[in-house]
T-cell receptor, first 119, second 112 residues
Framework: ETGVTQTPRHLVMGMTNKKSLKCEQH?????MYWYKQSAKKPLELMFVYNFKEQTENNSVPSRFSPECPNSSHLFLHLHTLQPEDSALYLC??????????????????FGPGTRLTVL | KQEVTQIPAALSVPEGENLVLNCSFT??????LQWFRQDPGKGLTSLLL?????REQTSGRLNASLDKSSGRSTLYIAASQPGDSATYLC???????????FGKGTMLLVSP
């Protein structure tokens, strides 16, 4: 496997289900991200992890719960979702400096996404 | 709050044409700007990254420019091909943050 992989690629779930999205990066990066892409809206950042520590939470509802056990893996745990949560969920990774704000941040590489449908 | 606007929202051209996609952003305090390509239902492919101190970057038939002071970037595609058909997204990275702010994209269709 190369680059950034995501599983599953497609997921259909009911509002009472609990499911998890998985992301794995094979690039040796130290930062990972979850984005949400809804129809007709720009990509929205959800969470950022740098060296396994969550550094940003973009006012995401608690029904979305991220987990980053190591710098190569990122999960998004889903529970009691709403139909409006249906979207393409994209994972990305990058090699960022240790101290945010110093030096240039390198480009982000994206996975293929998980198409989520909530019934 | 940073806002990114991409014009046009959609563009249809015949094969072989040179074309320009536009991106503007409201806050010039950026670290870099990145252009992506997204095929329908797929993830994003990074095309070009321009650091805030740079004026342009080139990769093959693609050339991206950055005018940070005016808050603008353009993506120039030379000799367009049907395989270039996709949505092109512009994203800016705020100085000191990991956050990328995206535009809504330009949907490009290149017909044979």
């Amino acid at each position: 496997e190369t680059g950034v992989t995501q599983t599953p690629r497609h997921l259909v779930m009911g509002m009472t289900n609990k499911k998890s999205l998985k992301c794995e990066q094979h690039l040796g990066h130290n930062a990972m991200y979850w984005y949400k892409q809804s129809a007709k809206k720009p990509l929205e950042l959800m969470f950022v992890y740098n060296f396994k520590e969550q550094t940003e939470n973009n006012s995401v509802p608690s029904r979305f719960s991220p987990e980053c056990p190591n710098s190569s893996h990122l999960f998004l745990h889903l529970h009691t979702l709403q139909p409006e949560d249906s979207a393409l969920y994209l994972c990305a990774s990058s090699q960022d400096p240790v101290n945010s704000g110093q030096g240039y941040h390198n480009e982000q590489f994206f996975g293929p996404g998980t198409r989520l449908t909530v019934l | 709050k940073q806002e990114v606007t991409q014009i046009p929202a959609a563009l249809s051209v015949p094969e072989g044409e040179n074309l320009v996609l536009n991106c503007s952003f409201t806050d010039s305090a950026i670290y870099n700007l990145q252009w992506f390509r997204q095929d329908p239902g797929k993830g994003l492919t990074s095309l070009l990254l321009i650091q805030s101190s740079q004026r342009e970057q080139t990769s093959g038939r693609l050339n991206a420019s950055l005018d940070k002071s005016s808050g603008r970037s353009t993506l120039y595609i030379a000799a367009s091909q049907p395989g270039d058909s996709a949505t092109y997204l512009c994203a800016v990275r705020r100085a000191g943050y990991s956050t990328l702010t995206f535009g809504k994209g330009t949907m490009l269709l290149v017909s044979p």
